[in-house]
């Protein structure tokens, strides 16, 4: 395994594997022994950073999430992990009543109150007295911005939270938000959480996880960000949930352009140079391009997990990744 530096203070900064678990349908979907089975081979492989989300996973059984958090819970607990292991949760898209969809569902949103009674219940269900890293899910418009990066930075104070994070928000808010901490000598949003992978979406898509518009996928103005911040950039779906391998899960019209065709053609050709799947080219696209790029894969059995830590050692060519870079 290979590891990367999250963080920028010494108190609160933590190195990570450069491959992320996602554990979102742990302990709903995927049940408790396969879970565990994942989890157990993740961390005997070297992986220390797990992704989950106070919400996880509400819409397989109409809950209000949390079922994730409880089995990373029983599972830390079973295997006596401490904090060698990095947990990430989030907070802002837990619904208000039971459901099992986002639309015309009323959200806890990002008032100071509810981030404080969030992080108080995930850590009561993780059974840890700090999180790791604690990421604003979705954009919420009806509370002040203000107001949200001070409560944030209040869990930071009172050592319930480490390391802060921000997911699926326009670039600019994002900005604005660290600004505002930094006027006020309050600790900001330092890990960023988008939909990226190695296909270009169409520039007219709204991307992802977006019920008013806020963007899901890391366009453009995202990666510059990135690039000029040297902020890392935690990359969910980077595998499109199967479909660069499996016939059976088509893309969606987000890529539907001259583009795709072509980068599809060089990841196949880059595939075959080396012997790995495309998912593992995908994958140390990712982890070895210019941009501090963290891919967060989920995994529904063993078998899937080794082929994403297959990627983790797997090194393109300065051709082969201009070959890819270049495409489309």
Sequence with gaps: MRYRTIGSDPATRREVSVLSLGAMLMGSRTDEAMSFAILDRYVEAGGT????????AFWVHGTQGGESEELLGRWRRSRG????????????????????GFEGVALDGLSAKAIRESAERSMSRMGVSRLDLMYA????????LSETVEGFAELVSLGFVGLLGVSNHWAWRVER????????????????????????????????LSPDGEPGAAGPDL????RSSGLPLVAYSPLLGGAYVRPDKPLG?????????????????????????????VLAWLM???????????????????????AVELELSAGQRARLDQAG
Excluded: M
């Design 177 to 208: 938000a660290r600004a505002l901490a930094a006027g006020s000598g309050l600790p900001g949003y330092e890990v960023l959480q988008y939909c990226h992978t190695y296909l270009r979406q169409r520039a007219d898509s709204p991307g992802w």
């Design 223 to 226: 990666l510059s960000y990135v």
């Design 137 to 144: 899910h979705i954009e919420d418009p009806a509370v002040p």
């Design 253 to 281: 019209p987000e890529f539907d352009h001259a583009g795709t065709p072509r980068r599809l053609t060089a990841l196949q050709a880059v595939a075959s140079e080396t012997g790995a799947t495309a998912n593992q080219v």
């Design 288 to 310: 070895g391009g210019e941009l501090p790029v963290i891919p967060l894969v989920g995994a529904s059995s063993v078998a899937q997990l080794e082929e994403s830590l297959g």
């Design 81 to 100: 992990i401490g904090d060698e292991i990095v947990i990430a949760t989030k907070v802002g898209a837990r619904p208000l009543a039971p459901a099992t």
């Design 49 to 56: 950073f797990i992704d989950t989300s106070g919400n996880y």
